[in-house]
């Protein structure tokens, strides 16, 4: 696992395809008192918008607890 600005990552492999995927882990409370809920959410809409380019990571799926 690795450590950023906004949570952690860590790497697991798809149950049925066996890709290797990065799995990102945020803290909302941690988000909340930082104030940078607006800097998630702008990183989530950049990753939806370069889908497809090569060599760049691959948003599948977002969720919210």
Same mark, same amino acid.
């Given at each position: 696992?690795?450590?950023?600005?906004?949570?952690?990552?860590? /790497?697991? $492999?798809?149950?049925?395809? &066996?890709?290797?995927?990065?799995? !990102?882990?945020?803290? %909302? *409370?941690? /988000?909340? $008192?930082?104030?940078?809920? &607006?800097?998630?959410?702008?990183? !989530?809409?950049?990753? %939806? *918008?370069?889908?497809?380019?090569?060599?760049?990571?691959?948003?599948?799926?977002?969720?919210?607890?």
């Amino acid at each position: 696992s690795s450590s950023g600005a906004f949570g952690v990552v860590n /790497l697991a $492999r798809h149950k049925t395809t &066996e890709d290797i995927v990065a799995i !990102k882990s945020v803290d %909302k *409370q941690d /988000l909340i $008192r930082q104030n940078k809920q &607006e800097s998630v959410m702008r990183e !989530k809409a950049i990753l %939806k *918008q370069l889908t497809g380019l090569p060599f760049l990571i691959l948003l599948k799926q977002a969720f919210m607890d």
